[in-house]
């Protein structure tokens, strides 16, 4: 379907009196519309209604209850699943509401629902400020908090989603309500960790924390010093202090030679910085670009090599630990690679991540200590399946070493029980919680907790 006409009557009038634009399908614009980051996705709704209000919000989410219309939110557009989009359904694009506003005093940041992540490091920066953030600055602050939020200060500060103090948020009854620690503390709690299963987060209060300049940037070694360099890795990561997160990334250079990179970011003095990054120097690297830089230019540091419109299929693990078998095999899942722009990422947890008590928030993986990301991007629309076949052959291969959970962000369609293993413990709370605000599941394009 391509046009207009097969609108549902109700949607061609929809949108009189809002402050909003809706865009429908056969518009100008809808293409560009409907586009987002994963270029594999291709999908089709009958409307999108970019809301510039909370008050717009409420309607669209009334709309699409009362018109029995699928609804999909977005926030950034940048889940690999193609989240922010439904076939036929309207979507509430929440891209013209980023809005960000500081109380410096107070250390709180108020920050509107289709936030990207370098709006609100831009913001808080200037007051020498900071929160948790995600590592490509294009990301949505909305999808990535709600599902948890890892980022290169959640070893001293948390996850995204441990440092909200409070939403707003439209209820599937359209109801605007608060949650926060003393407001709807079930809806607070299920917020951080339960992604968009629960209402539009219109706007999130986020704490702070002084913040001007890390230690950071990136190691970079042959390909076939891989096994050495990851077992230098898991050292250094396991005794890290919570000021030095660390990630490492196996991939392909420019000039098409397998690497691996080092990517540390230390947040304290320079002296300890340079002392904790030594271990990954003295192996010698072929290039070494860790310095002293702005908060804001590592949260954007990596954006080059993270652009839109690839075709993307992502996998991912937590890993109980990384053993020698498991390095190796990951070094031989690398060699296997079908595609130069694929990549297998191990992100460190630990620190404050793992110190937030079981119950505070939904958010399940607390005992991990390394999150594999298993990437795989090509260029070529023609056969996926070589590709994406090689991203579930790595993550069988890993399977002996991993927890058994899963980080709700970097979810596929990858079937219920993937869905019940992402929630963890945290799946039959989420459940009554649902059934609380949206027993009959209208928010149910995500990583879907059931009613
Ligand atoms: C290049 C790239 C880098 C990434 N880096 C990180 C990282 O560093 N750390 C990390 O933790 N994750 C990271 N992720 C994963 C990321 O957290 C998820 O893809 C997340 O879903 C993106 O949020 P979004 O708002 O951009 O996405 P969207 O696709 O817009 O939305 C994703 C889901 O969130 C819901 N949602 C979004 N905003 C709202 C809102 N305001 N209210 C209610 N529901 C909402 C949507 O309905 C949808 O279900 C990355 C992803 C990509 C593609």
Redesign the pocket.
Known sequence: MTSSAHLNPSLQSFGTGLSGTVIRRGDAGYDQARR???GMIDRSPAAIFRCSSTADVVAAVNFAREEGLAL?????????A???LVDDGLVID?SGMRGVRVDADKRVAYVQ??TLWRDLDAATHAHGLATTG???S???????T??????WLMRQHGL?CDNVLAVE?VTADGQVRRASATENPDLFWAVRGG??NF????SFEFRLHPMRTLYAGMLVFPGPQAPQVLRRYREVAESAPDELTVFAAMMTSPDGQPIIAIFPAYNGPVNKAEAAVKPFRDLGPVADQVQEMPYPALQSMLDDG?PSGLH?YWRSDFLKGLPHEALDTLVDRFQAITSPLSALLIEQFGGAVARVSADETAFAQRDAMFNLAIVSRWMEPANPSIHTDWARQTSAAIRPFASGGV?V??LGEEGADRVKAAYGPKYEKLVAVKKKYDPKNL?R???NIQP
């Open positions: 987002v980051w994963n999909a939110v977005r926030g950034g557009g940048h889940n690999a193609g989240l922010a929440l629902g289709g995600g590592l490509i294009s990301t949505g602050v909305g999808g990535l709600l599902g948890g939020g890892l980022g995204a948020i992604g968009g209402g539009v987060v219109t993270f993307v980080y962000n970097y928010f394009v995500n990583q």
